[in-house]
Antibody
């Protein structure tokens, strides 16, 4: 069974940093593009970042460029999102998702990030 | 990276058919066969319903279908059921390995 489990969310002050992790199982992680998608409270879905199979290609929505970094460790079947210079508007549930061909076929349960003073 | 345009809400009675539109531009919806649709029930994780404009994943009811004309994609749900009441989101490839979602549509089954 394909499974994605996020961790690392929590409360952080504006300007602070946080790293999200996503543990993958049940599929060949090293062969899959992966993504982060977020959803602010009561709002819609927003694509945040993509990473290709070997981690050499990383792509971001404009609003997080220069502040967020997506990465992966294929030996550990893990995906990461390093978030810095966090803003109140980054408050959201962050989902890890498998993205085989620019669609999301499997999602984690989500990790809540709250940016507040 | 402007969001795709979806109606805020649609409604229908059980057994009826409804269609949700998703309008983009020539840089996203109009250029690629890569529109996907997601269903999200309150407090739940999104679920893939349609990918590559019109393909249905295994296990998704054939009451759900996708189509596209120019810069507008559509999700049609036929034989509406109470369990279909949810939020629906479209998403399109937008070039350079980026994606863009629609604002979401709340479906109410009357």
């Amino acid at each position: 069974e394909v499974q994605l489990v996020e961790s690392g969310g929590g409360l952080v002050q504006p300007g602070g940093s946080l790293r999200l992790s996503c543990a993958a199982s049940g599929f060949t992680f090293s062969s899959s593009w992966m993504s982060w998608v977020r959803q602010a409270p009561g709002k819609g879905l927003e694509w945040v970042a993509n990473i290709n199979q070997d981690g050499g290609g990383k792509f971001y929505v404009d609003s997080v460029k220069g502040r967020f970094t997506i990465s992966r460790d294929n030996a550990k079947n893990s995906l990461y999102l390093q978030m810095s210079s966090l803003r109140v508007e980054d408050t959201a549930v962050y989902y890890c998702a498998r993205a085989p061909l620019f669609y999301f076929d499997c999602w984690g349960q989500g990790s809540l990030v709250t940016v507040s003073s | 990276q402007s969001a795709l345009t979806q109606p805020a809400s649609v409604s229908g009675s059980p057994g009826q058919s409804i269609t949700i539109s998703c309008t983009g531009t020539s840089s996203d919806v109009g250029s690629y066969t890569l529109v996907s649709w997601y269903q999200q029930h309150p407090g739940k994780v999104p679920k893939l319903m349609i990918y590559e404009d019109r393909k249905r994943p295994s296990g998704v009811s054939d009451r759900f279908s996708g189509s596209k004309s120019g810069e507008t994609a559509s999700l049609t749900i036929s034989g509406l059921q109470a369990e279909d009441e949810a939020d629906y989101y479209c998403c399109s490839y937008a070039g350079s390995s980026t994606l863009v979602f629609g604002g979401g549509t709340k479906l109410t089954v009357l």
